[in-house]
């Protein structure tokens, strides 16, 4: 404001700009770069997710229980984030050898964050007084409401019948989903430091990957199982002859071409064709994708598909496969062939009590230069769309129509075109007679959702691996999210998409980047009655970045599979909740201070409604002793107030947010 005055003392008048502030006239923006290297994309956003959402609230957690909060690893972890947030490391806009080092800090932080996880897992697992359980199964909340769910994790488990169940006595609901025997290899690593005692050795073990169904897990807290012999608390999962999965929320059905047809249980609304994978080529390079001159489009919904239906009572998955035969590369793309075959396989899971789909598409590529996206039809027209981004949401147009206008005619200026004197082109036209740097195509970024909505109901797609999206149909009723884009170059010139000079090196090729071989891209898929923010999309896309954990405690896999330890007696109840969140701020961070002589915790809300201000109340399972709006450095700012074990933070405006210190 003081610098706005001094401009205004001295008689300058300076245009005010406002938005995003992405339309590339002057210089490149590079928008469509968030799709470069989709497999470092990938690791950057699942790391990430998984840090900020599990890890550091586990930690924190942990800390609460006695245990040291591990301040040097945690700090490692986020400098090799920050060294790959590095401008074109970010952005892979470098050379495969480079590349390379990327993938390896990005392998380093997920190997040190989830080798943590497993550490303080078992110490808090082992913290409990756990009686005479032969085995322990501790859920793990980070989130601070109270959850409930189904959760998947990969475990070894004796084989035959038993149950689960809670601190209370009532059997918990689990599924194997798949298993194999390794009962020789995991009892042979079993180290026994006190060879007289008797422990828990199964017959048979299991190494399985095993749906939990969770309930009432405290708000960011935990909630300890125990394993009774001979008892079964088991839902059988087999395969089903139906081609439709359920759960409370939705019905679908997979149709014979592969799409799905979902049926919204609270609103009634159909929504068929969904999930139709579209395939085109990448004539861009390592900093825009761009389409071929001559392209061809090859939707899945054109092959013949196979499909599979197994299902439990806690957990269904639908499998579908194509061959689709797609261009092998720009050459054949352009004279219209489709030689080469592209084997891809769609995972659609419905978890009991869910509100997101889970999917995954697993793509052996064969092809290069080439682009795979995934539609989902909201069955409305738009004009825009919600999407959220750093601390809040943003409502986009779904075409920058007076920017494409403006382009359109600065093309025709520099072609000889126009008509200069023509009443008919953009009153400003002259300003833009200069070729643009690129097209203002409107493929744009997101953080954790991209939804359609009216204020009756809409769908929402949440990405977990590239997070790029761009509204089409003739309605503009489809949201297309990238999956992958391959290419072989580093830079490439006239570009459809960006005309001119290449932006990187246009010798170097990055065989790489082609991505030949299996990859995995997941995301989720809900709908809901209302409005974005009635439909409570921000919270549900912030869960589903960050689910519960379980760890799995039992004496016989005291070895090489896990850590080896003395036997720990632990004394902490068998449920426990840290704080709970009410109101409808979002919580983006749970962690210790980073200064080791601040013994509190840091919470970062923020609003990420549409519309409106966001409430909170902390109220944590003790008297507070004090609390201090910080700043980001973690610098207090002012008292926070407090009301005896509550913390009341001020309401939040559109995209603000609040860093908060608390000591208990």
Known sequence: EATKRDIAEQGIELEEVSGELLTAKHMRIHRTIWSSRSDLKRLNTQIQNYVVNVLEPVLVLSQHLGNEYPHGAVEHIWKLLFENAAHDSIGSCIADAVNEDVYLRYKQARDIATSLVELHGRLIATSVDAGDAPMTFTVMNPYPKVRSGVVIKKMHIPGGDFAIVDAAGEPVAYSVLESRDLTEYVLSQTIRLNPSAQIYLPEQVLEATVAIEAHNVPAMGYAQYRLVPGKTSREEFVPVASKSIENEFYAITVNADGSLNITDKVTGHVYDHEAVLVENGDAGDSFNYSPPADDVVVRSDAFEATSTIEASAIYARATVEWTMMVPADLDERAQGGCSCALPVRLTVCLRRGSRVIDLSVHVENTARSHRMCILFDADMATKTNFADQLFGSIE?????????????ASLKASEGEADIENDALPANWRQNMEAWQEMPVAIEPTQSYVALADEERGVAVLPLAVREYEIVGER????????????????????????????GERTMETPNAQLLGPADYELGFMTFAGSVDEGGVAEAARLFDGEMEVYEYAEFLNGRLIFSEPPVVGEEPAESSLFTLEGDAIVSAVKAAEDPAMSGIIVRLFNGRVSGDATAKLVLDRPVKGAWVCDLRERKVEPCPVEGCAVVPAELGHCKFTTLYVEV
């Open 396 to 408: 986009r147009d779904n075409v920058h129509e007076r920017d494409m206008a403006l382009y359109e």
């Open 476 to 503: 503009k009723n489809q949201i297309q999210l990238t999956l992958f884009r391959t290419y072989g170059f580093m830079g490439r010139e006239n570009l459809l998409y960006r005309p001119g000079r290449a932006s």
